[in-house]
C-alpha cells in the first residue's frame, strides 16, 4: 500500500509541475511569439483530473479528510462502532459511484466522444476517475476497519 | 399535474431562459389541459453534461450545443457549415427537417427523444480593433470555439486561444485576446458591447451553431400516451422554429442596442471585396464535412443541398406562438 | 424545507457526532436525499432504482475534477509552498520588524503587517497562519511579549490570507455562484486593508491596557531599515508579476496561479532551496491539500443539487419575502447564523455548507453576488479565530505545542471585536469592496 500511495503522488506531483510549466510556455508563447499551445485548456483540465483523483485514495488511506472534531471526547466509545458502520456506507456509496462512473466512460468510449481541440478520448479519462473511486472505497473500508483497531486520533 | 424538469444553463435572463423554454411550458400545459407543467432547474452541471443528465433520468429534459461534445455528434455539423446564408429561424426549420428525413437513422441522439434543433444567429466577427480586412485577423489573438470555428480560424491564421464563452468579456477586456467570433446577440448577453466595440457583420455571418432540445425517453412514455401525444406536437418543427425565431430576434435588439451604445458596426456588403475574401476562404469546408462523414450510412452530400435550398427558400409564415 | 432541514439535522449529525468526513458526509445526504425525492422510501429500499441519484453525483465528480477555473487551486497552493520553502516569509517579517519593532506592541504590529503582506501571494489562511507561526513567534517570545497577544495576532493575522487576493476561498466561492472570480480578488483588497488596520489598532488597544504584554524592541536605523526592504524585493517581485500581469492583460486570473508558481519555483532554484526529496515534499503536500479541497467541493456541489431539488432556495424567499423585513435586515440575520455556525465550523465548511442555501436567497433580493462574497469571506474568516472550533488557532497550537489553545483563545477577543466592526462596516457601506472591481473593470 505504501508504494501505490508513493507511486500516485509521484503521477500527482510530476503532472503538477508540468502544468507549471504549461502555463508558463502557454503565456509566454501567446504573449511574445502570437503562438499559443494548442488545447492547452483542455490539457489543464486532464492535468487536473489526474491529479486530484491522484492524491483522493491517497488521502483518504491516510484519513487526513477535513472532519469536524467538536465534540471529540464528548461520547464513548460505541460512537466508534458507528463510525464503522459509516465507513462500510461511505465506502458502498464509493463502490456504486465508481461504478456509474465506469458506466458513463464507458458510453463516451462507445460513442467516440472527443475532447475540442486535441480530440483525445474523454471516455479514456472518465475510466482513471472510476478507478480511482474504486480505489478510494477500499481505502475508506480499510480506514474503517483501521480504526475499531486503534485508539482516536486527537486532531487532524 | 406531472412536473417535466427541464436543466437549462445560462444566466436566468437569457432568452433562452425566458422565452424559449417558458413558451415551450406554456404550449405544452395547454396541449395537455395542465397535466404536464415545465419546471427549469438551474446550476445541475456544466453544459456538456446535459446529455447524460437527461439520458440517466437525472431530470427529464434539457438542451445544449453539440459542440461541447464532439466526436459524438458529427452530422450535426451540416447546419454549421459557411455560406448558408439564412437566419436562424430558418435554418433552423431546414435544419430539423432535413435531420430527420435523413440523419435519425444514424442515431447520434442515442439514449435520448429529440424535441427540437435549432441553431443560434450567424456567428460574426466582434474585435477590439477595426478590421478592414480579413487579413488583418492574420496573428490576432482571438477567442474560438470548437468544430467550425477552429477551421475557419485556422484558415484566417489567426492566435486561436480557446475558453468558454462566459470568459470572453474578462480576456477582451484585460487585452488577453484582441477579438472572438460569436453571434450578435452576444453583445448583449455577454455584455461584449463594453469590450468588442468593432463588430463585422459579413452577409449570412460566417457560421451557425447546433443546439438540441432533447427528453428522457422513459419519462416521455410514463405519460399518458395522449399527453405525450400532445407533448409532442407542440415540439419538433414548431419548438425548433420558435426557438430559431427567439435568437434571431436577440441578435436584432442586440444590435439596436450595441448601436445606440456607440459600437462601429460594419455592414459588409455582398460584393465587398471582405465577403468575397469570406467566400474564398471558407471553399470547400463543406466537401471537407461531408469527407468527414463519410463512414456513417448517410447521404450527406444531398442532405446538405437540400438544408440550403429549404432554408434559403423559407418563408417565414405567422409567428408560431 | 422539512425535507432539506432534517436532512441538513442529518448531516450536522453525520460529520460532528460521527465524525465522518465532510466531503463524503455532504455526498452521501446529497445523494439518498435526492433519491428521497425521486420516490426512495422505506418500503423500497431494495428495488428502487438508484441510477438517478448516482448518476447525479457522479456527473458531479467528473465534471468537477476538470474544471478549468478550479486549476489555480494546486497552483497557488504550491506557490505559497515554494515561498515558504525559499525564506521569504522570514524576510517579510524582517522588514515590517524593522519599521515597527521600536512601538509598543510593535512586534505584534509587525507581525499583522507581514501576514498581510503574505496573504498578497498565498491563497490560504491556514497556510498563512502555519508560516508565520514559525517566523514570528521565536522573535516576539525573544523581546518578552506574552504568549497570548503574541499567538492571537499571528492568529488574527493569518485570516487575512483569503481575503487579500490570491484567496482560495474566494476562487471556490466564484466557481459555487459563477461570479466573476477577478473582480472578487479586486473587491477583497480595501476590505483587506481595513482588517490589517483594525488589528493594528486591536493591538494597541492591548497594550495600551496592559503594557507589560508587548514591551517595545529597539529602534532600527535608517540603512538597516533599507537593507531588510531590499531583501522583500523577491516577495514583492512575485506579487508584481502575478496582480501587474492580470491588470495588464498578459495573463488571465486563471493562469496568473501558473505563472506565480513559475516564478516562485525560479526564485527557489536560484536561492538553491529545493533538492529532490524536498521538492517532493512541497509537491506532493500540494497535491493532498488540493484534493482535500477538491473533494469537499465536489460533495457541497452534490449537497447542493438535493437542497436545490428540495425547494429550500424558493422556500426561504417565500419565507422572507412573508416576513416583511427589508432585505438589509435579512443580510444581517444571515450573518448572525453565519457567527453562530462559526463556532463550529472552519472556513470552507461553512462556505460550501451554506453558499447554496443563501445565494440564490440573496440574489434575489438583488444584492451584488461580488459583495456578498466579500461578506461572506469576512464572517468566514471570523469563524477561523471564534472558539471552540477555530481552525487557525488549531494550526497555531500545532505548529507551537507548548501554546495552549485557551491562551490564545483569550488573546483574541480585542481581534475578534475589530472583525466584527469591520463586517458591520463591509455590510453596510457596499461602497468598500465595489469601489475597486468597478475602478478596474468597468
Ligand atoms: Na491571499
Ligand atoms: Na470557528
Redesign the interface.
Known amino acids: 500500500m505504501a508504494w501505490l500511495a508513493f507511486l500516485l ?2 503521477l ?3 503532472i ?2 508540468a ?6 510556455v ?2 509566454f508563447g501567446r ?1 511574445f511569439f502570437g503562438n499559443a499551445v494548442d488545447g492547452a ?1 483542455e490539457m ?6 489526474i ?6 485514495p ?3 488511506w491516510r484519513g ?9 471526547g464528548v ?1 464513548g466509545r460505541w ?1 466508534k462502532g ?2 464503522t458502520l ?1 465507513a462500510v ?2 465506502s458502498a ?2 463502490y ?2 465508481g ?3 465506469m458506466g ?1 466512460a464507458a458510453r463516451a468510449l462507445r460513442r467516440n466522444v472527443t475532447t475540442e481541440y486535441l480530440h483525445l478520448p474523454v471516455g479514456d ?2 475510466q482513471y ?1 472510476g478507478i480511482m ?1 474504486w480505489l478510494t472505497a477500499a481505502c ?1 473500508l480499510s480506514w474503517g476497519i483501521y480504526r475499531i483497531f486503534m485508539r482516536r486520533e486527537q ?1 487532524s | 399535474a406531472t412536473e417535466m424538469r427541464v436543466a437549462t444553463w445560462l444566466p436566468p435572463t437569457h432568452p433562452q431562459n425566458t422565452d424559449v423554454l417558458p413558451t415551450w411550458g406554456k404550449w405544452i400545459e395547454e396541449a395537455t389541459e395542465g397535466r404536464v407543467t415545465l419546471k427549469l ?6 453544459p ?2 446535459m446529455f ?2 437527461v439520458e ?3 431530470v427529464d429534459a434539457s438542451w445544449t450545443f453539440h459542440g461541447y461534445v464532439p466526436g459524438r455528434f458529427r452530422l450535426t455539423q451540416i447546419v454549421e457549415q459557411p455560406g448558408l446564408g439564412a437566419d436562424a429561424e430558418a435554418a433552423s426549420v431546414a435544419y430539423w427537417r432535413v435531420y430527420e428525413k435523413y440523419f435519425t437513422k444514424a442515431n447520434e441522439h442515442d439514449g435520448l427523444e429529440l424535441m427540437g434543433l435549432f441553431t443560434h444567429a450567424p456567428g460574426q466577427i466582434q474585435t477590439a480593433n477595426p478590421i478592414s480586412s480579413l487579413a488583418d485577423l492574420r496573428g490576432m489573438k482571438i477567442r474560438l470555439g470548437g468544430g467550425i470555428q477552429g477551421e475557419l480560424g485556422g484558415r484566417m491564421e489567426v492566435t486561436p486561444v480557446n ?2 464563452a ?2 470572453v468579456y ?2 477582451m ?4 485576446i484582441d477579438g472572438t467570433f460569436l453571434p450578435v446577440c452576444e453583445q448583449k448577453t455577454l455584455r461584449l458591447s ?1 469590450v468588442a466595440p468593432n463588430l463585422t457583420l459579413l452577409p449570412g455571418g460566417m457560421y451557425l451553431g447546433s443546439f438540441a432540445i432533447f427528453a428522457n425517453p422513459d419519462f416521455l412514455d410514463s405519460l399518458d400516451p395522449k399527453d405525450k401525444e400532445a407533448i409532442m406536437k407542440v415540439s419538433g418543427e414548431k419548438l425548433s422554429q420558435m426557438a430559431g425565431q427567439v435568437w434571431d430576434q436577440c441578435g436584432v435588439d442586440a444590435l439596436k442596442a450595441s448601436r445606440e451604445a456607440g459600437v462601429n458596426v460594419v455592414e459588409v456588403g455582398q460584393n465587398d471585396p471582405m465577403a468575397k475574401q469570406f467566400q474564398t476562404l471558407s471553399e470547400g469546408m463543406d466537401k471537407v464535412w461531408i469527407q468527414s462523414v463519410s463512414d456513417l450510412d448517410v447521404d450527406a452530400e444531398k442532405a446538405l443541398q437540400e438544408l440550403r435550398d429549404t432554408a434559403r427558400n423559407y418563408k417565414p409564415n405567422v409567428a408560431a406562438n | 424545507m422539512t425535507i432539506a432541514l432534517i436532512s441538513f439535522a442529518i448531516l450536522l449529525l ?11 458526509a455532504m ?2 445526504v446529497g ?1 439518498v436525499g435526492f433519491a428521497w425525492l425521486s420516490g426512495l422510501g422505506f418500503d423500497n429500499l431494495t428495488t428502487f432504482r ?14 468537477t ?4 477555473s ?2 489555480v487551486i ?2 497557488f497552493i ?1 506557490m505559497g509552498n515554494l515561498v515558504t520553502r525559499s525564506g521569504l516569509s522570514h524576510e517579510l517579517y524582517r522588514a515590517s520588524h524593522a519599521f515597527l519593532g521600536h512601538f509598543r506592541g510593535g512586534l505584534s504590529m509587525a507581525t499583522v503587517v507581514a501576514c498581510g503582506g503574505f496573504s498578497a501571494i498565498c491563497g490560504s489562511s491556514l497556510a498563512t497562519a502555519a508560516t508565520m507561526a514559525k517566523v514570528a513567534m521565536p522573535p516576539m517570545r525573544k523581546y518578552g511579549y506574552d504568549d497570548s497577544l503574541a499567538s492571537a495576532s499571528i492568529a488574527a493575522g493569518g485570516t487575512l490570507g483569503i481575503l487579500i487576493p490570491p484567496s482560495v476561498i474566494l476562487v471556490i466561492y466564484g466557481l459555487l455562484t ?1 461570479s ?1 472570480i ?1 473582480e472578487l480578488f479586486a473587491a477583497g483588497f480595501i476590505p483587506g486593508m481595513l482588517g490589517i488596520l483594525l488589528y493594528l489598532a486591536a493591538v494597541r488597544y492591548i497594550v495600551w491596557r496592559h503594557p507589560e504584554r508587548g514591551p517595545a524592541g529597539e529602534r532600527t536605523t535608517w540603512p538597516e531599515r533599507v537593507q531588510a526592504l531590499k531583501q522583500v524585493r523577491g516577495i514583492l517581485g512575485l506579487f508584481i508579476l502575478v496582480m501587474g ?8 486570473p486563471t ?1 496568473a ?3 506565480g ?2 516564478g516562485a ?1 525560479v526564485i527557489a532554484l536560484m536561492r538553491r532551496s529545493l533538492n529532490l526529496p524536498v ?2 515534499e512541497l ?2 503536500d ?3 491539500t ?3 479541497l ?3 467541493v465536489i460533495g457541497a456541489l452534490i449537497f ?2 438535493f437542497i ?2 428540495a425547494g429550500l432556495p424558493e422556500d426561504l424567499l417565500a419565507l422572507v419575502t412573508g416576513l416583511g423585513v427589508s432585505p438589509m435586515m435579512v443580510i444581517f440575520v444571515i450573518l448572525l447564523i453565519y457567527v453562530l455556525l462559526g463556532m ?3 472556513s ?2 461553512m462556505l460550501l455548507l451554506t453558499v447554496p442555501v443563501f445565494f440564490p436567497l440573496v440574489q434575489s433580493l438583488g444584492f451584488d453576488p461580488v459583495w456578498f462574497g466579500i461578506v461572506v469571506v469576512v464572517v468566514t474568516e471570523i469563524s477561523l479565530i471564534t472558539p ?2 477555530g481552525m487557525n488557532v ?1 494550526v497555531l497550537s ?1 505548529v507551537l505545542p507548548d501554546v495552549k489553545t485557551g491562551t490564545i483563545f483569550r488573546g483574541i477577543t480585542p481581534f475578534w471585536c475589530a472583525d466584527i466592526l469591520r463586517l458591520v462596516l463591509i455590510t453596510s457601506v457596499s461602497w468598500i469592496s465595489l469601489v475597486l472591481p468597478r475602478l478596474l ?2
Not at chain 1, 19 to 24: D, G, I, R
Not at chain 3, 50 to 63: D, E, F, P, T
Open positions: 503522488e509521484a500527482a506531483g510530476s503538477l509541475l502544468l507549471v510549466l504549461l502555463t508558463c502557454d503565456v504573449y485548456t489543464t483540465e486532464i492535468a487536473l483530473a491529479i486530484v483523483f491522484a492524491e483522493i491517497v488521502i483518504t487526513t479528510h477535513v472532519v469536524i472534531d467538536v465534540l471529540d461520547f460512537v458507528l463510525e459509516s456506507l461511505i456509496m464509493l456504486l459511484l461504478d456509474t462512473v458513463q479519462i472518465i476517475i473511486c475508506t486532531h | 432547474e438551474y446550476n445541475m452541471g456544466h456538456k453534461d447524460a443528465l440517466d433520468g437525472v475558453a468558454p462566459s470568459k474578462e480576456m477586456q484585460q487585452g488577453v463594453e | 453525520l460529520i460532528v457526532v460521527l465524525r465522518i468526513p465532510l466531503a463524503f455526498a452521501l445523494v438508484w441510477h438517478g441519484a448516482l448518476a447525479m453525483a457522479s456527473s458531479r465528480v467528473i465534471s475534477a476538470q474544471e478549468y478550479l486549476s494546486p497552483l504550491l459563477e466573476s477577478r500581469g492580470i491588470y495588464l492583460g498578459v495573463f488571465t493562469e496561479a501558473g505563472i508558481a513559475g519555483f521538492l517532493f509537491v506532493s500540494t497535491g493532498r488540493t484534493a482535500m477538491f473533494s469537499v447542493s443539487n436545490t431539488r463550529v465550523f472552519e470552507l465548511s471552540p472550533v488549531f500545532a473593470y468597468s
